[in-house]
């Protein structure tokens, strides 16, 4: 049959498409916990399907294999929308208080926070993060930040506002007293420099 008589592909139905990004998220979710408590390495395909209910088929055609859930995973760890809906003129004074208190991170959160702390420290995954942050993070940072300079401040911004989210979830609780005050004070000035364009 000449190409131009073939019948066109008929889209799958709207049902069969809702269920692919369904499959789709649930895989990630639990690839991300699991790459998270076990790292890239130690972390099988074989365990993240059994565990998210599905076959190995589902993995390949979503992700193409391992490598592509992982990379997958982590652009899905990196959620920088809500920094668009950050007061720019309280932005510094926001994050500094929201530091200064008790780290009251969801699960999901924390199991995103350690899935990229193990991805910076494996030689086999670092370029994946790096790349993810780039897209996922920075980009978004440069955007919003905007101005003079915009790449070396987001990146400082960025930075900062890592350490002290580290910073936070190993204290485990709030500042307190004259501490709290001269915590805010500084932390605010610093971030706020940082986002006042030139």
């Given amino acids: 049959m000449p190409s131009s008589a073939r019948r066109p592909v008929k889209p799958r139905p709207r049902s069969a498409r809702s269920d692919g990004v369904a499959t789709r998220g649930q895989i990630l979710q639990v690839a991300g916990r699991i790459f998270a408590e076990k790292g890239f390495e130690r972390a099988t395909s074989r365990e993240i399907c059994t565990?998210?209910?599905?076959?190995?088929?589902?993995?390949?055609?979503?992700f193409g294999g391992k490598d592509?859930?992982?990379?997958?995973?982590?652009?899905?760890?990196?959620?920088?929308?809500?920094?668009?809906?950050?007061?720019?003129?309280?932005?510094?004074?926001d994050i500094a208080k929201m530091m200064a208190n008790h780290a009251h991170e969801s699960n999901d959160?924390?199991?995103?926070?350690?899935?990229?702390?193990?991805?910076?420290t494996s030689p086999?995954?670092?370029?994946?993060?790096?790349?993810?942050?780039?897209?996922?993070?920075?980009?978004?940072?440069?955007?919003?930040?905007?101005?003079?300079?915009?790449?070396?401040?987001?990146?400082?911004l960025a930075a900062t506002f890592i350490g002290l989210l580290v910073?936070?979830?190993?204290?485990?609780?709030?500042?307190?007293?004259?501490?709290?005050?001269?915590?805010?004070?500084?932390t605010g000035a610093m971030l706020q420099a940082l986002v006042e364009k030139s």
């Fill in 167 to 186: 910073e936070r979830l190993i204290r485990d609780e709030p500042l307190l007293g004259e501490e709290r005050e001269q915590f805010i004070e500084h």
């Fill in 109 to 120: 959160r924390m199991h995103a926070f350690q899935f990229l702390l193990r991805a910076v």
């Fill in 51 to 62: 565990t998210a209910g599905i076959n190995m088929a589902a993995v390949n055609y979503h």
């Fill in 68 to 93: 592509g859930l992982f990379a997958a995973a982590l652009k899905d760890s990196i959620r920088p929308d809500g920094i668009f809906q950050w007061d720019r003129k309280s932005f510094g004074m």
């Fill in 124 to 156: 086999a995954t670092a370029p994946l993060l790096s790349a993810a942050v780039q897209e996922r993070f920075l980009g978004p940072i440069r955007e919003w930040i905007g101005g003079e300079q915009a790449p070396a401040r987001a990146r400082l």
